[in-house]
């Protein structure tokens, strides 16, 4: 019993030393480094207190130092924190051989459904990535364009019940561009057909609202998916699983199978992916897109189902959260500004004038002044507020002696260098005019919304197309009322910058001539 006792806490003293040698990595190596960042959690403590997103915590960490690069600690992995906009993108372009996986979990063969885009690595990437980009050209995007006008239709037509006929009334705005995203993904990724705003309880919302669980283990399970691949895959061989992933698997599957067996074709990503399972590859002509496609003897697939679910599973991630927020931040900064609020709302109405009073592809993409509150809302509140690569080769920082040891993960706050005012004067300030040509404010390769390079966001002009349909909409019938101008908090769980209580603007209802 002595001796089991005695081996306790020699195995304790040693795992105690063996962290300490851990957390004095860069200190060691002469690196600049956040003095933090300690055990067991590094820079992440916040975190795991619950007083922080993953994001933010990062975000802390770059306010806190004024060097170009800084060595910290996610959890108990040395990692470097890029704090330079111009290293920053030389890491996402020009020097992308060292730093081309983001280094997330991923088990293609094992577990096919954690290979989306965002998590492959190397050539298995590169090859998914030019399998899909045929998914997101412009003739595409303008052929699932209705689809995503009929749900804002529906959107406009759930606020007009929510108000009263005279007077303005407070909504949550990010709650109903939620469902409008939502709605979105599921019939342009899933194909299915729902009325989230009419029927909130449906299957689908049901399961993707799994989510956004907010709780420590939570937390603790997306910090590990992320930061520490090796511990997710012993859990993932434990039995441990992605409950949501797996329900959508269940839905594309019935999918696929109803459509081939009553030959359905609708013109949507999911439509496009299926023809990806059977030819392996999407048609670049776009009058062979929307048509039934089969293998060459009729059973050999190019991709299997998971993989094409784990594809429409990080859409629907990446997706839903991003245009939902973007579209609210954008109607709430307006709030406080009523000079760009007025500006926005003439060039909506002017370009309704002149197109009979419809908002088409085409005439989305050309409203300027819109295309300007979007960069500035992108700036001030990028989807993602980090981007994270692994080393993938041993890097030596530019003009300095300093060494990046492959397999360590490089992050870069997007969110601290989009506030920094060395990069964007006044970085509070909700500007439009810094993006314009004649008023330019800004420092360029600073920004970087979507990412940078070969890995920058496949899906961007898709969430665009879908955030400025629901500014437009939502301007085009209701009035906005100006309020005070005051900062949003953001919700502790998960990376991206969920904004906490909502984003509560007051609305009424236009009185149209």
Same mark, same amino acid.
């Given at each position: 019993?002595?001796?089991?006792?005695?081996?306790?806490?020699?195995?304790?003293?040693?795992?105690?030393?063996?962290?300490?040698?851990?957390?004095?990595?860069?200190? +060691?190596?002469?690196?600049?480094?956040?003095?933090?960042?300690? @055990?067991?959690?590094?820079?992440?403590?916040?975190?795991?207190?619950?007083?922080?997103? %993953?994001?933010?915590?990062?975000?802390?960490?770059?306010?806190?130092?004024?060097? +170009?690069?800084?060595?910290?600690?996610?959890?108990?992995?040395?990692?470097?924190?890029?704090?330079?906009?111009?290293?920053?993108?030389?890491?996402?372009?020009?020097?992308?051989?060292?730093?081309?996986?983001?280094?997330?979990?991923?088990?293609?063969? &094992?577990?096919?459904?954690?290979?989306?885009?965002?998590?492959?690595?190397?050539?298995?990437?590169?090859?998914?990535?030019?399998?899909?980009?045929?998914?997101?050209?412009?003739?595409?995007?303008?052929?699932?364009?209705?689809?995503?006008?009929?749900?804002?239709?529906?959107?406009?037509?759930?606020?007009?019940?929510?108000?009263?006929?005279?007077?303005?009334?407070?909504?949550?705005?990010?709650?109903?561009?939620?469902?409008?995203? @939502?709605?979105?993904?599921?019939?342009?990724? *899933?194909?299915?057909?729902?009325?989230? *705003?009419?029927?909130?309880?449906?299957?689908?919302?049901?399961?993707?609202?799994?989510?956004?669980?907010?709780?420590?283990?939570?937390?603790?399970?997306?910090?590990?998916?992320?930061?520490?691949?090796?511990?997710?895959? *012993?859990?993932?061989? %434990?039995?441990?699983?992605?409950?949501?992933?797996?329900?959508?698997?269940?839905?594309?599957?019935?999918?696929?199978?109803?459509?081939?067996?009553?030959?359905?074709?609708?013109?949507?990503?999911?439509? =496009?992916?299926?023809?990806?399972?059977?030819?392996?590859?999407?048609?670049?002509?776009?009058?062979?897109?929307?048509?039934?496609?089969?293998?060459?003897?009729?059973?050999?697939?190019?991709?299997?189902?998971?993989?094409?679910?784990?594809?429409?599973?990080?859409?629907?991630?990446?997706?839903?959260?991003?245009?939902?927020?973007?579209?609210? *931040?954008?109607?709430?900064?307006?709030?406080?500004?009523?000079?760009?609020?007025?500006?926005?709302?003439?060039?909506?109405?002017?370009?309704?004038?002149?197109?009979?009073? &419809?908002?088409?592809?085409?005439?989305?993409?050309?409203?300027?002044?819109?295309?300007?509150? =979007?960069?500035?809302?992108?700036?001030?509140?990028?989807?993602?507020?980090?981007?994270?690569?692994?080393?993938?080769?041993?890097?030596?920082?530019?003009?300095?002696?300093?060494?990046?040891?492959?397999?360590?993960?490089?992050?870069?706050?997007?969110?601290?260098?989009?506030?920094?005012?060395?990069?964007?004067?006044?970085?509070?300030?909700?500007?439009?005019?810094?993006?314009?040509?004649?008023?330019?404010?800004?420092?360029? @390769?600073?920004?970087?919304?979507?990412?940078?390079?070969?890995? @920058?966001?496949?899906?961007?002009? %898709?969430?665009?197309?879908?955030?400025?349909?629901?500014?437009?909409?939502?301007?085009?019938?209701?009035?906005?009322?100006?309020?005070? &101008?005051?900062?949003?908090?953001?919700?502790?769980?998960?990376?991206?910058?969920?904004?906490?209580?909502?984003?509560?603007?007051?609305?009424?209802?236009?009185?149209?001539?």
């Amino acid at each position: 019993m002595l001796s089991l006792g005695l081996l306790i806490i020699t195995l304790l003293v040693l795992g105690w030393y063996y962290l300490k040698h851990q957390y004095s990595y860069w200190e +060691r190596r002469g690196f600049p480094y956040d003095k933090d960042a300690g @055990i067991p959690f590094g820079c992440l403590a916040s975190v795991w207190r619950m007083e922080r997103g %993953m994001g933010m915590a990062i975000y802390d960490v770059y306010m806190k130092s004024k060097e +170009r690069f800084l060595g910290t600690y996610l959890l108990y992995r040395p990692a470097v924190l890029v704090r330079d906009a111009e290293l920053a993108r030389r890491v996402l372009t020009q020097d992308f051989a060292s730093f081309h996986d983001r280094g997330v979990y991923v088990e293609e063969e &094992k577990n096919p459904l954690s290979a989306s885009i965002f998590s492959l690595r190397g050539q298995s990437w590169r090859s998914m990535r030019h399998k899909l980009s045929p998914c997101f050209t412009s003739g595409k995007l303008k052929s699932m364009y209705s689809t995503s006008e009929d749900i804002g239709n529906k959107m406009v037509a759930h606020l007009q019940k929510e108000l009263p006929e005279q007077g303005a009334k407070e909504i949550d705005l990010k709650e109903v561009t939620q469902t409008y995203a @939502i709605d979105i993904i599921a019939s342009v990724i *899933f194909g299915l057909d729902v009325n989230s *705003f009419e029927q909130p309880d449906n299957k689908f919302k049901k399961v993707v609202s799994l989510i956004r669980r907010n709780n420590r283990f939570a937390a603790f399970i997306g910090m590990i998916i992320v930061l520490i691949p090796s511990i997710a895959k *012993f859990m993932v061989r %434990m039995g441990l699983r992605n409950p949501v992933a797996v329900a959508l698997l269940a839905i594309v599957k019935d999918t696929i199978e109803y459509r081939e067996k009553h030959g359905i074709v609708r013109k949507d990503m999911l439509q =496009l992916l299926m023809q990806l399972r059977n030819k392996g590859s999407i048609d670049d002509d776009e009058n062979k897109n929307w048509n039934i496609q089969t293998s060459e003897d009729g059973e050999i697939k190019s991709i299997s189902l998971e993989t094409i679910t784990a594809q429409a599973f990080i859409f629907y991630v990446a997706g839903q959260e991003t245009t939902a927020s973007t579209t609210a *931040f954008t109607l709430y900064e307006l709030a406080q500004y009523p000079e760009h609020l007025k500006r926005l709302q003439a060039e909506v109405d002017e370009t309704l004038k002149q197109n009979d009073g &419809k908002i088409t592809y085409d005439a989305l993409n050309k409203m300027e002044f819109l295309e300007l509150c =979007l960069q500035e809302s992108l700036r001030k509140y990028p989807g993602l507020p980090i981007l994270n690569r692994e080393c993938t080769e041993d890097y030596t920082i530019p003009d300095t002696n300093h060494v990046i040891k492959k397999g360590t993960p490089v992050v870069i706050s997007l969110h601290g260098i989009h506030r920094d005012p060395e990069y964007f004067p006044d970085p509070d300030k909700y500007d439009p005019y810094r993006f314009a040509e004649e008023t330019k404010n800004y420092n360029p @390769i600073a920004y970087m919304p979507f990412g940078e390079g070969p890995r @920058i966001c496949i899906a961007q002009r %898709m969430g665009r197309v879908n955030v400025k349909l629901a500014i437009v909409k939502i301007l085009q019938n209701f009035n906005i009322e100006v309020m005070s &101008k005051r900062e949003l908090e953001f919700e502790i769980s998960g990376i991206v910058l969920t904004p906490k209580n909502g984003v509560k603007v007051r609305l009424s209802k236009r009185v149209l001539n």
